[in-house]
């Protein structure tokens, strides 16, 4: 029974609204305690509370390729990604991991690992290849329902997000994206980190359109002390709007759930100092309830408001009692924790110094030593201990809403000498997935109700700007053949999910056995 239906003309609105999120309620568990010590060896499934959803994160962009297929309109990343300069080695997602045509494999690879969800996201543009123009395209929904059939048969839940960042070519060039109040009308979904992609597209710049202004970056548009603000006003009432049409037409009949994923790093005060405390509260209250606290409490934070005032937009009334309550769970991409540097006092660059960024820096290094080990993704280090204190502090601020870990993961430091064998031999990324649910486990048994935890990703896919240079994957794909070639984390991952617990520990993980083909060197270039 698939969530996404073909219905008749009188449907014809709510069926542009896709219907996202099944998600099976979970009962309050009891669990036995156990000394923090051996958490992280001994982590297993069968600690977390029974029912509790483990699975892989993907997103449409990252992985679908196929962009011209079964009448797919252009989105903003086709159109970015083909930008000569705005991708590292000019890479695009046109094949991408070629899921569009390899969804049944993939599904069998996560069946394998014995998951019981799949967080994925559905391409707009393939449903409605013109945005909220033309018509819709049934063969972009059939897409969707078969992997949706599939994931069930195999008892797979679909965890779906609607918005992961691609949003229809036409959209963009008609109003700018998410810029202009129109786009909220006929969008329904739950959005991808709306946090990180104001801060990317209207911020930084970095993503499509491409929106900023010094000295947040150079663009030939845009306005990074404003547009910021508009353009999450627009996702905030856009995902109420979506969730009011799901309730009042789909919930009930489904018994699902709706909600948002925030992006949210944990901080760390830079110095031993009062002011570097307040920004570490500042900071982490500009990010994750920037989201939250509207669709919570119908407000921004307060911390916001006592630093950006009027220029906050503001809910009228009506939009108040939309978006109050419109949420049934928190998602949280959580990876990794930065120190926070007061700006209040001092200047700071990149518009650190800004009301729009709480006068608040962000860095992975104090007196050049960095919080954790860095990976790959040079922003992200590991400190699995921010994965506690994040839930701890969600669990305060919302008064233990239901929450899900829609995204963590780790990429493989990135060297110039690095060997496929480095690769697939992963060690580092299963210490930091068995260290980060060991600091999850705490969380929960300290009575968070957290309910599901997704690893980014199943596949190495398409890391928007990194391109394919940056590796989140269980699985190594090939770019020539597009083989899907399972990482030592594949063996840890099943094990820890079918609780065989052996291969927890690091001795007992064997090295992979490499067929020649296997054993090459290959340089980040290789494609
Ligand atoms: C995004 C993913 C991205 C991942 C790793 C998350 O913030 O949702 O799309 O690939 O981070 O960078």
């Known amino acids: 029974m698939s969530v996404i239906s073909n219905h008749t003309n009188n449907m014809k609105m709510v069926d542009k609204q896709l219907i996202s999120v099944v998600i099976i309620l979970l009962c309050c568990v009891h669990f036995h305690v156990q000394s923090s010590h051996d958490v992280e060896d001994g982590i297993s499934r069968s600690q977390f509370p029974e029912g509790f959803l483990f699975g892989t994160s993907s997103s449409s962009y990252q992985i679908e390729g196929a962009p011209f297929e079964d009448g797919k309109g252009l989105s903003n ?102 810029i202009s109040p129109l786009i909220q009308v006929k969008y329904w979904t739950t959005i991808n980190e709306p946090n990180l992609v104001v801060e990317s597209a209207y911020m930084r710049g970095i993503h499509p359109p491409g929106h900023c202004s010094p000295p947040f970056g150079n663009c030939y548009t845009g306005n990074s002390d404003v547009e910021p603000l508009i353009a999450m006003h627009n996702m905030l009432l856009s995902h109420a709007k979506a969730v009011k049409l ?117 860095t992975g290094t104090r007196d ?54 480095d690769l697939l031999q992963d060690f580092k990324r299963i210490d930091y997935h068995k260290a980060y649910l060991a600091a999850l486990l705490r969380a929960i048994r300290k009575g968070a109700d957290v309910r599901g935890y997704m690893i980014w990703s199943l596949l190495d896919n398409f890391e928007w700007t990194h391109g394919y240079e940056t590796r989140f994957g269980l699985y190594y794909v090939d770019r020539h053949t597009l083989e899907r070639i399972p990482k030592l984390s594949v063996q840890w991952f099943s094990s820890f999910l079918n609780n065989t617990g052996h291969t927890n520990k690091r001795e007992n993980l064997g090295e992979q056995h490499l067929g020649s083909k296997n054993v090459r060197n290959v340089g980040f270039n290789f494609i």
């Open 246 to 362: 799901y309730r009042k037409h789909f919930q009930a009949k489904q018994g699902g759930s709706i909600g948002i994923v925030a992006h949210a790093f944990m901080y760390e005060p830079l110095r031993d100092e009062e002011c570097d405390r307040q920004a570490v509260n500042r900071t982490l209250a500009f990010g994750l309830p920037w989201v939250i606290d509207p669709l919570v409490f119908g407000e921004y934070p307060a911390e916001m408001h006592s630093i950006l005032g009027s220029q906050l937009p503001r809910f009228s009334l009506r939009e108040n009692n939309l978006i109050k309550g419109s949420l049934d769970f928190i998602g949280i991409n959580h990876y990794g924790t930065l120190y926070a540097k007061d700006c209040s006092l001092s200047a700071c660059p990149f518009g650190a110094d800004h009301p729009i960024s709480g006068f608040v820096e962000t």
């Open 368 to 421: 050049g030593i960095p919080i954790g080990d860095q990976t790959g993704m040079l922003e992200l280090f590991v400190v699995p201990k921010g994965m506690e204190k994040i839930v701890d502090y969600i669990k305060i601020r919302y008064h233990n809403m239901p929450v899900y870990i829609t995204e963590n993961g780790y990429s493989s430091p990135l060297k110039a000498d690095v060997t496929m064998h």
């Open 77 to 178: 990343w086709d159109v970015f990604s083909h930008t000569p300069g705005k991708i590292n080695n000019d890479e695009n997602g046109d094949i991408a991991d070629d899921h569009y045509h390899r969804y049944l494999e993939d599904i069998e690879l996560m069946s394998s690992l014995g998951v019981n969800v799949y967080r994925f996201s559905i391409s707009w543009s393939r449903i409605l290849p013109r945005g909220i123009y033309g018509d819709i395209n049934p063969r972009g929904i059939m897409i969707y329902n078969k992997i949706i059939d599939n994931l069930l048969l195999r008892g797979i839940e679909p965890f779906v997000t609607i918005h992961h960042s691609d949003l229809p070519h036409e959209l963009e060039e008609r109003y700018g994206g998410w």
